[in-house]
């Protein structure tokens, strides 16, 4: 018999630890770009069918464990489950949707204050196949909350703060940003509230309305304060969002400083000026960040993504921190001279996000998808903003 589940029972089940045998449908090279932990690729052509090869291959892969399968939107793992059902296989699970869901499911994680101020509430989204790191952030007290760096499904924001009880009262974009669609400025104009960016956004031609903020500038939710820190490096109008809580600093950092890397300077610069945008970071990480106190935790905008689909510097559903401290003294990106510094962010950049011009056009109100499944398309696949 063939099933169907949803991308987020799937999570449910890795989170489970269910054993299963996953296989990927789609061609090689998109499977080898990106695919969930432990699948296995079996290509399938539903004009060509199951053939003696793939027969076998599944054989090999699976066992006695169910069979889960999966390719881009369900269009190829579909009827290869049911042509296994017609061979003989009698457990086979289809994932609806396919990796364009998997892009779209989200953990909604709370950030323990444990510093004594139970005003302070934080929500961390985390985007699971992307590593996109969004927040919520509010007051207890007086109920009212922001919202920094909302991706496109802005419900999941909306839905967190109202889980908190808190309504949101302004929204925040650490930047303009390059690997996902932001949601920031469509939030804030459905529920009638400030969306804020920095204020060097006005070089970046942004075509939509948004309230400028200023390095030092503040804005509270009742006895919490979020003072805007002007942060360039990644972009030029990058900023940084600093919690001041009785007993205890919060830093959201967007793509500044990651916790096992810094943003990468070269999407907007571009390669011939990445060393421009790395001077400014140097300066941002040394001058601005690292004074801070030590015990500040940093909450970054991203998570690395490998290609098999698993965090780097930490686990879904699990909080994406770490003390600044810490990062001081183990992050050998921040223990460079600024010479060594520049030339290993200029020379060693990653692979760029996809699609990623396109998505920064959309960014800046100079282009719109022209459906929500080219938006889908556009955004598929894990971040690459770390150096």
Known sequence: ?????????????????????????????????????????????????????????????????????????????????????????????????????????????????????????????????????????????????????????IDVFEVAAEEAGLTISCVFDTHIHADHISGGSRLAEILDVPYYLGEKASERDVEYDYDSLEDGDIIELGDVEITALHAPGHTTEMMNYRIDSDGGDYLLTGDTLFVDSVGRTELQFGENDASEGAELLYETLHETILDLPDDTRILPGHVSVTSDGRYEGGEPGKPIQARLADLRDTLDLLQLDEESFVNRLAENAPEKPPNYETVIAINTGEDSPDSDEEATELEVGPNNCAA
Not at 26 to 32: A, I, K, V, Y
């Open 1 to 153: 018999m063939v099933s169907q589940i949803t991308a987020d029972e799937l999570a449910d089940r890795f989170d489970a630890g269910e054993s299963m045998t996953l296989i990927d449908t789609r061609p090689e090279d998109s499977f080898e770009a990106w695919h969930l932990p432990e699948a296995k690729n079996v290509p399938f052509d539903p004009r060509e069918g199951v053939g003696d090869d793939q027969r076998d291959r599944v054989d090999e892969i699976t066992g006695e464990k169910p069979l889960v399968t999966i390719c881009g939107k369900g269009l190829t793992s579909t009827p290869f489950a049911f042509e296994l059902e017609t061979q003989g296989y009698d457990d086979v699970t289809v994932v609806k949707g396919g990796m364009e869901d998997w892009s779209k499911v989200y953990d909604v994680v709370p950030i323990a204050t444990n510093d004594g101020n139970a005003e302070l509430v934080v929500r961390q989204i985390q985007r699971r196949g992307k590593g996109c790191l969004g927040y919520v952030v509010g007051s207890s007290e007086s109920g009212d909350a922001a919202v920094v760096d909302a991706t496109r499904q």
